[in-house]
């Protein structure tokens, strides 16, 4: 399998588990809106059907949502209750927010230490060791502590604003020295990773693809024959709609483009949507992405604004649209077309879209 990089993204309740048992309300009708000031990643179109039920959620600083063909009205608290137990399995395993997750503990194991990964947590790395090689480090899952040096990891007070301090070039240094997937001893046919010692992986990004993937093919499993699911504007579709019609998603756009919205069609697949404006700090007037390049360990200072990637699985647009992110929005291009990836892009100051061969052959100019 193959996947993404380390994309570093934030949320009010930063990827921990629930601490009281409090059931997410169930919610119909329009779907979440995930509006920025410049930026806006997919989203879900009302769909406009009595026979398709909607539920709702907050997960990994996020929030969740479904759209189910349930054309016989069957009850939607066990749907409920699947959806929670995937997500919370999610971060059990891969959140860096929770002090005792198969992520942090070993992130805090001694060097020399073996950590036998859970079969989810392992299909994800692999995922993620594929996309960072075939970028070439564009992407990289063992990044957490340059990631926590620049403020963006767990922190004691979730909720609380990013200092705005820059760290020492010296200390991105060293730790450009200790991190990276070059340094991981990973055995795939056994799962065992070993901690070489200080070197801390960050999924964050990766991993909430993985979960629409997760939950999508557990409700299939479950019998349902069609419906949309995405967290945080991270989605995928399966099936029809009751009508037998395709369903409609309007996909990451700029605020400029507002009034000439990207909707696009499909019946199976996924979409990601990645952009640097969304989470941004400014030091003595210049301002800094929250998306970090592996390769300098430095924010991106590119022109992208936004890239929205389709693949079959969500784990996978994840992970690319993290990969033309930090390459920009001419080695991006380039390479999209180097792997036929489906993908649009948006450019600060430049209008319209730059969509892919890939995209244009599946979606149309």
């Not at 959806?83 to 060097?111: C, G, R, T, Y």
Request: glycine share 10%; charged share 15%; aromatic share 8%.
């Amino acid at each position: 399998m193959s996947n993404s990089p380390p994309r570093v993204r934030f949320g009010a309740s930063l990827w921990q588990l629930p601490r009281a048992a409090a059931a997410v309300d169930a919610a119909q009708g329009a779907a979440v809106n995930f509006s920025n000031a410049h930026w806006q990643p997919a989203r879900m179109q009302s769909q406009g059907d009595g026979r398709i039920h909607g539920l709702s959620g907050t997960t990994m600083g996020t929030t969740w949502s479904l759209r189910l063909v349930n054309p016989d009205y069957q009850p939607m608290e066990p749907v409920q209750a699947l959806i929670q137990q995937v997500l919370n399995a999610v971060i059990a395993q891969m959140s860096n927010w929770e002090a005792d997750s198969v992520i942090s503990q070993f992130n805090a194991s001694k060097p020399g230490q073996t950590q036998v990964l859970p079969a989810e947590f392992a299909h994800v790395l692999e995922a993620a060791l594929h996309w960072a090689r075939c970028s070439g480090s564009a992407m990289d899952p063992s990044m957490g502590a340059l990631v926590s040096l620049w403020g963006f990891g767990p922190r004691p007070n979730p909720l609380q604003p990013h200092a705005a301090r820059l760290p020492l070039a010296q200390d991105i240094d060293r730790l450009l020295q200790t991190s990276g997937h070059r340094h991981l001893q990973w055995n795939a046919d056994t799962r065992e990773l070993l901690q070489p010692g200080g070197l801390e992986l960050d999924l964050c990004g990766i991993a909430k693809g993985f979960a629409v993937d997760w939950v999508v093919q557990r409700l299939q499993a479950a019998g349902w024959q069609g419906g949309l699911f995405e967290i945080g504007g991270e989605l995928r579709s399966w099936g029809r709609r009751p009508d037998d019609g395709l369903w409609r998603v309007q996909l990451g756009t700029d605020a400029e483009q507002a009034s000439d919205p990207l909707v696009v069609s499909l019946g199976e697949g996924s979409f990601a949507t990645s952009g640097d404006c969304w989470h941004r700090f400014s030091v003595q007037g210049r301002s800094y992405s929250h998306t970090l390049d592996p390769r300098t360990g430095w924010p991106v200072q590119h022109g992208l604004a936004g890239v929205t990637v389709f693949h079959e699985e969500c784990m996978h647009a994840d992970a690319l649209a993290t990969v033309l992110t930090v390459l920009g929005p001419e080695q991006g291009m380039e390479f999209a077309q180097q792997h036929a990836i489906a993908a649009v892009l948006t450019v600060y100051g430049q209008p319209g879209r730059l969509e892919t061969p890939a995209w244009v052959q599946r979606f149309g100019a």
